[in-house]
């Protein structure tokens, strides 16, 4: 059983171009999460998918950014016009939804996103 | 609402030496509580979880926690530590009692050295 697989694994984009972030998770699993961590600092909450719905982005910047995760492929974190600022790792993790709190968050390798 | 607090950025200990890692909790009502590990650049491996079972958790590697609710801790311990646990560790607390989004809240990590 694969675990959640992230690609690219390292994504470099000039300034004001956009970044698509690509998340397949464990194989059954039908609930996405993005977090995004900073350089020295924990990761945060982006957003949290099911198939084709968003159900919480609460941790999602206003403006550039969108995620979505469709019936068929992959979900994908969309950054719009990149700056500086958005340099950081991107997790996905994936989830069964069965356990409610208790569940079980899979974390995939990441994608490091610099921004020159 | 949720949150942890890991009381050390940075420990070292000596190889073959007793592991801490400490990690205070906040939440409202009985959380599900988890330590991750990041070796560097790569992603999160769950090393053990707590859901309202036994206090005393077992995880990999030869990790375990102790949930102490009249202290809100959660304290990481190893009896012997090895070169290969060195790595930053995160406490975290699931978001999710009752509700639709069972996102994760990350303590700020403790980087662990282990000196040979």
């Known amino acids: 059983n694969a675990g959640v697989m992230q690609n690219p694994r390292h994504l470099v984009r000039r300034r004001g171009q956009e970044a698509r972030l690509r998340c397949s998770p464990m194989k059954g699993h039908s609930h996405v999460y993005w977090y995004r961590q900073l350089p020295e600092e924990g990761l945060k909450f982006m957003v949290y998918?099911?198939?084709?719905?968003?159900?919480?982005e609460s941790g999602m910047p206003k403006e550039r950014f969108s995620a979505e995760f469709p019936k068929e492929g992959p979900s994908i974190l969309r950054i719009q016009q990149v700056v500086r600022g958005d340099s950081a790792a991107y997790f996905c993790?994936?989830?069964?939804?069965?356990?409610?709190?208790?569940?079980?968050?899979?974390f995939g390798p990441g994608t490091r996103l610099t921004v020159l | 609402a949720q949150s942890v607090t890991q009381l050390d950025s940075h420990v070292s200990v000596s190889e073959g030496t007793p592991v801490l890692l400490r990690c205070n909790y906040s939440?409202?009502?009985?959380?599900?509580l988890f330590w991750y590990v990041q070796h560097p650049n790569k992603g999160l491996q769950l090393l053990l979880k707590y859901t309202s079972a036994a206090t005393l958790v077992k995880g990999i590697n030869g990790f375990e926690a102790e949930f102490k609710k009249s202290e809100t801790s959660f304290h990481l311990t190893k009896p012997s530590a090895h070169m290969s646990d060195a790595a930053e560790y995160f406490c975290v607390v699931s978001d999710g009692y009752g509700g639709a989004t069972n996102k994760l809240i990350f303590g700020t990590g403790t980087l662990l050295a282990v000196q040979p």
């Open positions: 998918l099911q198939k084709e719905n968003i159900i919480d």
């Open positions: 939440s409202s009502y009985s959380p599900s």
């Open positions: 993790a994936s989830a069964n939804g069965t356990g409610g709190h208790t569940d079980t968050q899979y």
